[in-house]
């Protein structure tokens, strides 16, 4: 999905009715992804078949419990050495367009900031060999200090 069908199904979520679900808003891709095969796609869909999709979803259910569970993590910053790397088509970059400065200043050792082209929200599938190069990357300044 490109960051303009992102986009434009997060913004469609404002005119459906209130009883829609997500993905009621996102257009039905007219191909696979290019990390997955029609092979991939049936045997995801055999695993979800027998077993649900529901606690895969959970953890994004639970998101306002865990910011409840934690109340002296408020307003803290991340001390460990971080890294972040995006899709530059993840609609989820979309949410906030204004995303950046907020989420840097929540670091305090923020090796760096990388966006990827061709790749969406899954870009570790989508982009092997940019995000293995980005890993190693964070690794390096970790263990140069």
Known sequence: MTAEAGQTAFF???ELPKDSRLLDAFPRPATLPRCMSEDDLR??????????FRGRL????NMP??????????????SQPAAFL???????LLFDEQWRPKFESSFDDLRFVEIVPDAGHWVQLEQPDPTAEL???????VDDG
């Open 58 to 61: 959970n953890w994004y259910r």
């Open 43 to 52: 045997y995801y869909a055999d695993q979800f078949h027998m077993s649900g």
């Open 135 to 141: 890993v190693r990357r964070f690794l390096k300044s």
């Open 65 to 78: 419990t865990l910011a409840a569970s934690t109340p002296e993590l408020q307003d803290k910053n991340i």
């Open 86 to 92: 995006a899709g530059a088509e993840d609609p989820v």
């Open 12 to 14: 469609r979520q404002f």
